[in-house]
């Protein structure tokens, strides 16, 4: 069997990434297209033999690649950012073939971005620093010191938007990657790979892992060489981690789930506010920060309703590939049976569906809003990652606030309001690591970016990446050089 794969027209490699050569393993897995659940190739099924081989790969890298000065650590940043460029169309199919998001959001939008990831942390780290200070006449210096071998491990639902977020970062702050994609989308951190050794990434710097996460995930995240875990996915996974962890006391982020709210206030632009509500289908559903639940003020929710569905109705679901298309696949025939038994129990239990609520033919769902679901239950509790939303109505702004935060997730919440007063009094009560006034998913890289309760652990962004990536340490220094006892 061939180890590299054609996709849409890409040659990829299906083996790993470690110390600068391709690596298989003796088995592999399927990777299937969500478009069409057709078999897009058989990917290296990694063990903890080649997790520990990446592993040891990035500890041999690391002391020189810490030590390569800033400025050609960020000149290489932008090389791998010149090389994603190139490349926007290639990977943009491929990511979309691969899980079945927009192929018009991918070339505009997210492979843009994706090169963005590399500029900015390459910029940012040339202007990182703490002024030093005194102490009675004693200097301190604060000095940004590379951590060591990272493991990154990332999900299936913005594959190398996710991976990139953190692999940039990781790399600029001077460690070494082990990247671990998910292995229902393991293609573009491959081409990943490709586009970083071109750029004249050193060997052993970013080393990729195929595989699934049940089988080579502890040899990563126990390993006592891994200096920093960084992980986006489910709660269930992050525990493990977390308990795997432990012995090492290995430093964890930890970016996860979501069950975010839209309050619609009456004061709201009614139009802004359909738009708001209806732009969470994206990706079909499957985005951490999408806000699930609709929570409208009493007075507006018939009309805000009956806005809603006529503007859902209008939304083309088919192909990721079509230019006309909104709404794709997704990823798996798992999630979709997942998505369908959310929905299912929900109608169970007295939730009536206002608009979609069935399969459609292949991997697709069409896009649902539930009403008559009580704060309590399952499917305002727990994340679907599907088009599948719910709408709950409230009479005063603290009824509003409490149902906001009555979720054991807080990740994000999205108000729609005309009152600024109204927008800063709530934000202030909400709890949520990310809070849009009158929009939605405007995401600068310098922002903090994370979640409280069960969304998350930590912040990374800007400055908080760095201060997740590296190991900071004081210097202090006497007076003029020497001890003044
Ligand atoms: O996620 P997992 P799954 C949520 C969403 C979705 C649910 C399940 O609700 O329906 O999670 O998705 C790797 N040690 N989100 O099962 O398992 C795995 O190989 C180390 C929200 O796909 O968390 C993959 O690379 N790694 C979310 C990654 O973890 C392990 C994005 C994510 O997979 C591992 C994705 C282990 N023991 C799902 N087991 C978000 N926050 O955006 C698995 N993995």
């Given at each position: 069997?061939?180890?590299?794969?054609?996709?849409?027209?890409?040659?990829?490699?299906?083996?790993?990434?470690?110390?600068?050569?391709?690596?298989?393993?003796?088995?592999?897995?399927?990777?299937?297209?969500?478009?069409?659940?057709?078999?897009?190739?058989?990917?290296?099924?990694?063990?903890?033999?080649?997790?520990?081989?990446?592993?040891?790969?990035?500890?041999?890298?690391?002391?020189?690649?810490?030590?390569?000065?800033?400025?050609?650590?960020?000149?290489?940043?932008?090389?791998?950012?010149?090389?994603?460029?190139?490349?926007?169309?290639?990977?943009?199919?491929?990511?979309?073939?691969?899980?079945?998001?927009?192929?018009?959001?991918?070339?505009?939008?997210?492979?843009?971005?994706?090169?963005?990831?590399?500029?900015?942390?390459?910029?940012?780290?040339?202007?990182?620093?703490?002024?030093?200070?005194?102490?009675?006449?004693?200097?301190?210096?604060?000095?940004?010191?590379?951590?060591?071998?990272?493991?990154?491990?990332?999900?299936?639902?913005?594959?190398?938007?996710?991976?990139?977020?953190?692999?940039?970062?990781?790399?600029?702050?001077?460690?070494?990657?082990?990247?671990?994609?998910?292995?229902?989308?393991?293609?573009?951190?491959?081409?990943?790979?490709?586009?970083?050794?071109?750029?004249?990434?050193?060997?052993?710097?970013?080393?990729?892992?195929?595989?699934?996460?049940?089988?080579?995930?502890?040899?990563?995240?126990?390993?006592?060489?891994?200096?920093?875990?960084?992980?986006?996915?489910?709660?269930?996974?992050?525990?493990?981690?977390?308990?795997?962890?432990?012995?090492?006391?290995?430093?964890?982020?930890?970016?996860?789930?979501?069950?975010?709210?839209?309050?619609?206030?009456?004061?709201?632009?009614?139009?802004?506010?359909?738009?708001?509500?209806?732009?969470?289908?994206?990706?079909?559903?499957?985005?951490?920060?999408?806000?699930?639940?609709?929570?409208?003020?009493?007075p507006v929710a018939e009309e805000f309703t009956r806005r809603f569905v006529e503007?859902?109705?209008?939304?083309?679901?088919?192909?990721?590939?079509?230019?006309?298309?909104?709404?794709?696949?997704?990823?798996?025939?798992?999630?979709?049976?997942?998505?369908?038994?959310?929905?299912?129990?929900?109608?169970?239990?007295?939730?009536?569906?206002?608009?979609?609520?069935?399969?459609?033919?292949?991997?697709?769902?069409?896009?649902?809003?539930?009403?008559?679901?009580?704060?309590?239950?399952?499917?305002?509790?727990?994340?679907?990652?599907?088009?599948?939303?719910?709408?709950?109505t409230f009479a005063t702004e603290e009824e509003a606030v409490h149902l906001a935060?009555?979720?054991?997730?807080?990740?994000?919440?999205?108000?729609?309001?005309?009152?600024?007063?109204?927008?800063?009094?709530?934000?202030?009560?909400?709890?949520?690591?990310?809070?849009?006034?009158?929009?939605?998913?405007?995401?600068?890289?310098?922002?903090?970016?994370?979640?409280?309760?069960?969304?998350?652990?930590?912040?990374?962004?800007?400055?908080?990446?760095?201060?997740?990536?590296?190991?900071?340490?004081?210097?202090?220094?006497?007076?003029?050089?020497?001890?003044?006892?």
């Open positions: 069997m061939s180890d590299l794969i054609t996709v849409a027209g890409v040659s990829v490699d299906t083996r790993h990434w470690i110390g600068g050569r391709r690596v298989a393993s003796a088995d592999t897995f399927a990777d299937l297209s969500p478009i069409d659940e057709s078999v897009l190739g058989e990917i290296a099924r990694g063990t903890p033999v080649e997790a520990a081989a990446a592993v040891a790969a990035a500890k041999a890298a690391f002391p020189g690649w810490a030590a390569t000065p800033r400025a050609e650590r960020a000149r290489i940043l932008h090389a791998i950012a010149d090389g994603v460029e190139k490349r926007i169309e290639e990977l943009a199919i491929v990511e979309t073939t691969d899980n079945g998001a927009l192929l018009r959001s991918h070339r505009r939008g997210v492979m843009p971005r994706v090169a963005h990831n590399f500029r900015f942390f390459a910029d940012w780290l040339l202007r990182l620093d703490h002024e030093d200070f005194e102490t009675r006449g004693h200097t301190n210096h604060v000095s940004w010191d590379p951590a060591g071998p990272s493991v990154l491990i990332t999900p299936w639902n913005a594959p190398l938007m996710l991976a990139t977020w953190k692999v940039a970062p990781a790399l600029a702050a001077g460690n070494t990657v082990i990247l671990k994609p998910a292995e229902w989308s393991p293609l573009t951190a491959s081409l990943l790979a490709d586009i970083a050794a071109q750029a004249g990434l050193p060997a052993g710097v970013l080393n990729v892992v195929q595989g699934y996460g049940a089988e080579i995930g502890d040899a990563l995240t126990s390993h006592p060489d891994a200096r920093r875990i960084s992980f986006t996915g489910s709660v269930p996974t992050a525990r493990r981690i977390a308990a795997s962890a432990a012995p090492n006391l290995t430093p964890l982020s930890l970016e996860l789930g979501g069950k975010s709210p839209l309050l619609v206030f009456a004061d709201a632009d009614m139009d802004l506010a359909v738009d708001l509500a209806v732009e969470q289908y994206d990706n079909a559903g499957q985005v951490c920060l999408a806000a699930t639940r609709i929570l409208v003020e009493e503007k859902t109705a209008r939304l083309k679901q088919g192909d990721p590939r079509e230019e006309a298309t909104d709404i794709g696949p997704s990823i798996h025939s798992r999630q979709l049976e997942k998505i369908d038994g959310f929905v299912r129990r929900a109608v169970e239990t007295g939730a009536r569906v206002v608009i979609g609520g069935y399969r459609k033919e292949g991997q697709y769902y069409a896009p649902t809003l539930l009403t008559d679901v009580a704060q309590d239950s399952e499917i305002v509790q727990e994340e679907v990652f599907g088009p599948v939303l719910t709408l709950q935060n009555g979720t054991r997730f807080g990740l994000a919440a999205t108000l729609a309001t005309g009152d600024h007063e109204r927008a800063e009094r709530v934000s202030a009560q909400l709890v949520a690591g990310t809070v849009w006034v009158n929009c939605f998913f405007v995401r600068d890289l310098q922002a903090p970016f994370g979640g409280s309760r069960l969304s998350g652990v930590g912040r990374e962004g800007g400055t908080w990446s760095f201060d997740f990536y590296c190991d900071l340490k004081n210097t202090v220094t006497a007076p003029n050089g020497w001890n003044n006892h």
